[in-house]
């Protein structure tokens, strides 16, 4: 059975270009950074950041923030700054 050259050097090449942009944004996250207090860290993340499945706590009444960044290793590097221990680090709406 012959196979044409020209089919398979084209898919062999949209492999080999696809596994390389499928790699790409990996490589590219930043690391996690540690901030050193809540107005340092609400500079890059606005409404706070925390880990997966984190819900806030609120008093009664209260209506709880949603729009916080989801990101689970900053979260883990600014612990110190989740003072009610719900998983968000510097909360604000």
Known sequence: ??????????MTAALIMGTALVSAPADA???AKTYPN???????????VGRKG????????????TNF?????VYNKNTKSDRDHDGI???KR
């Open 1 to 10: 059975m012959h196979i044409p050259k020209t089919p398979t050097m084209l």
């Open 89 to 91: 680090a510097c909360e």
């Open 29 to 31: 996250a930043p690391a």
């Open 69 to 73: 960044t989801i990101n689970t290793a």
């Open 54 to 65: 984190a819900k806030d706590k609120v008093s009664r009444g209260a209506k709880p923030v």
């Open 38 to 48: 809540c107005t340092a860290l609400n500079k890059a993340f606005p409404h706070g």
